[in-house]
Nanobody, 124 residues
Framework: QVQLIESGGGLVQAGGSLRLSCAASGRTFGRSSMGWFRQAPGKEREFVAAINWSGGSIYYADSVKGRFTISRDNAKSTVSLQMNSLKPEDTAIYYC?????????????????WGQGTQVTVSS
């Protein structure tokens, strides 16, 4: 079993930055690929970013490419999402996810464990 706890969400003005963190426990973090997803009110959960076990393979949704950066620290069992140049359309609950697979993927079904989510609100 894996427990994931997100932190770092909040309210920010458009153009601002936030850094989300996800702390993992319960399984060998270093062998898990990790992902970030988000869900806005009335919309389906969507892929944001993913990183493989080593950090050598990274994927981003087109909507966040160039603004968001995913990274991981296997020694601390954490994965982070640096979000810059935030837009009102980035407003959503952001979820951290972990997979039993070492390779990264953009599909939500690839992930076996999910955090409770952290709210990000971007005001215009």
């Amino acid at each position: 079993q894996v427990q994931l706890i997100e932190s770092g969400g909040g309210l920010v003005q458009a153009g601002g930055s936030l850094r989300l963190s996800c702390a993992a426990s319960g399984r060998t973090f270093g062998r898990s690929s990790m992902g970030w997803f988000r869900q806005a009110p009335g919309k389906e959960r969507e892929f944001v970013a993913a990183i493989n076990w080593s950090g050598g393979s990274i994927y981003y949704a087109d909507s966040v490419k160039g603004r968001f950066t995913i990274s991981r620290d296997n020694a601390k069992s954490t994965v982070s999402l640096q979000m810059n140049s935030l837009k009102p359309e980035d407003t959503a609950i952001y979820y951290c996810a972990a997979s039993n697979s070492w390779y990264a993927d953009i599909g939500p079904h690839h992930y076996d464990y999910w955090g409770q989510g952290t709210q990000v609100t971007v005001s215009s």
